[in-house]
């Protein structure tokens, strides 16, 4: 027990030591918080004021600028805004006149007057020849499909009127003309009704007459040397 009293009184003695040394040494520096340091700040509230001052007029300066800037920004954006306008006005008319060239130059030429008469001329039927009409006596030579009794009335009348033209009750517009085509008609229709009855070659030498003695009456009976000219240019 005697030897143990010295060391515990040894122990106690350092830690007071201990604990005595480091309440007396300097606090630890700390680091600012939010970037604030002890540095750089008025010395004098006077100096504070002035740097206050300074400061507020440095920050209307600068968003004077800013200001300017943004104008400047404003302003070019308004220019470029015409220019893009211009630009897409004459852009639109440009390509227009180019569509209109484009046009023109590829555009199908249409068919002068000559040439409409002779397309209009190969549209037409060709004339009643010599061998199924005789323009002197009226007297038609129908296709054998036509001579048929369905056909019989109408024939009967178309060759009637035929027989009884006239110079003067003959060619276009003529009330024989016209009574003869209400004919013709009506046979061309009656001829579509039958046509399952017949062969193509058939159908198509019937049509074809009636469509040639239509057209034959469009033109006025000729009368005197005339009459037997026109008579020799069917036969030739």
């Known amino acids: 027990m005697s030897t143990a009293k010295p060391v515990i009184l040894a122990g106690?003695?350092?830690?007071?030591?201990?604990?005595?040394?480091?309440?007396?040494?300097?606090?630890?520096?700390v680091p600012p918080i939010n970037n604030w340091t002890y540095q750089r700040h008025a010395s004098t509230p006077i100096e504070g004021y002035y740097?206050?001052?300074?400061?507020?007029?440095?920050?209307?300066?600068?968003?004077?600028?800013?200001?300017s800037v943004?104008?400047?920004?404003?302003?070019?954006?308004?220019?470029?805004?015409?220019?893009?306008?211009?630009?897409?006005?004459?852009?639109?008319?440009?390509?227009?006149?180019?569509?209109?060239?484009?046009?023109?130059?590829?555009a199908p030429v249409p068919p002068t007057k000559e040439q409409w008469a002779r397309i209009t001329e190969k549209m037409l039927p060709d004339r009643l020849t010599?061998?199924?009409?005789?323009?002197?006596?009226?007297?038609?030579?129908?296709p054998h499909v036509l001579r048929t009794d369905e056909y019989k009335a109408i024939r009967e009348r178309i060759d009637e009127l035929v027989a009884n033209r006239s110079p003067e009750n003959s060619g276009d517009g003529s009330p024989s003309q016209r009574q003869i085509a209400e004919l013709v008609d009506a046979m061309l229709a009656?001829?579509?009704?039958?046509?399952?009855?017949?062969?193509?070659?058939?159908?198509?030498?019937?049509?074809?007459?009636?469509?040639?003695?239509?057209?034959?009456?469009?033109?006025p009976l000729q009368s005197g040397p005339l009459a037997n000219e026109v008579a020799a240019n069917q036969a030739w």
């Open 130 to 142: 010599a061998q199924n009409f005789d323009p002197n006596t009226g007297g038609l030579v129908w």
């Open 12 to 29: 106690l003695i350092a830690a007071t030591t201990a604990w005595t040394a480091a309440a007396q040494a300097p606090l630890p520096t």
């Open 190 to 219: 009656l001829l579509k009704s039958n046509m399952h009855h017949l062969s193509t070659s058939q159908y198509v030498a019937a049509k074809e007459f009636l469509r040639s003695l239509d057209y034959e009456m469009t033109f």
């Open 70 to 106: 943004a104008a400047v920004n404003y302003q070019e954006a308004v220019r470029r805004r015409i220019e893009n306008a211009s630009y897409y006005v004459r852009t639109y008319y440009e390509n227009k006149e180019v569509h209109r060239e484009y046009r023109e130059k590829y």
């Open 51 to 67: 740097r206050g001052a300074a400061a507020a007029m440095e920050a209307a300066g600068h968003a004077n600028y800013l200001n």
